[in-house]
Nanobody, 125 residues
Framework: QVQLVESGGGSVQAGGSLTLSCTDS????????MAWFRQAPGKEREGVVG????????WYADSVKGRFTVSRDSAKRTLYLQMNNLKPEDTAIYYC??????????????????WGQGTQVTVSS
């Protein structure tokens, strides 16, 4: 049974920083790619960043390039999302997810079999 547990959300002012963590447990046999998605109030959930669990081929949404950095510590089985220069439009619930992928990019949400419970990020102006 694969479980993903997020932490690190909170409230910051615009221009501030936060780091989200997602610790996974269970077999990696059915997943090789991990990602962060987010859902803002009244909007559809969207992909933010993604990364193969070996650290290769990071993917970033255009809206976060240059501000967000994704990384994974294999020993700790933890995926990190370092968010800098946060903007009010980054306010959302952030979800960690895992999938098995064989091509570049984050792919469709329907490909992600495992999801965390979500963590709230609120950025005030």
């Amino acid at each position: 049974q694969v479980q993903l547990v997020e932490s690190g959300g909170g409230s910051v002012q615009a221009g501030g920083s936060l780091t989200l963590s997602c610790t996974d447990s269970g077999s990696t046999a059915s997943r090789n790619f991990m990602a962060w998605f987010r859902q803002a109030p009244g909007k559809e959930r969207e992909g933010v960043v993604g990364l193969y669990i070996d650290g290769n081929s990071p993917w970033y949404a255009d809206s976060v390039k240059g501000r967000f950095t994704v990384s994974r510590d294999s020993a700790k089985r933890t995926l990190y999302l370092q968010m800098n220069n946060l903007k009010p439009e980054d306010t959302a619930i952030y979800y960690c997810a895992a999938a098995w992928r064989s091509v570049a990019g984050i792919g469709r949400q329907s490909e992600y079999k495992y999801w965390g419970q979500g963590t709230q990020v609120t950025v005030s102006s």
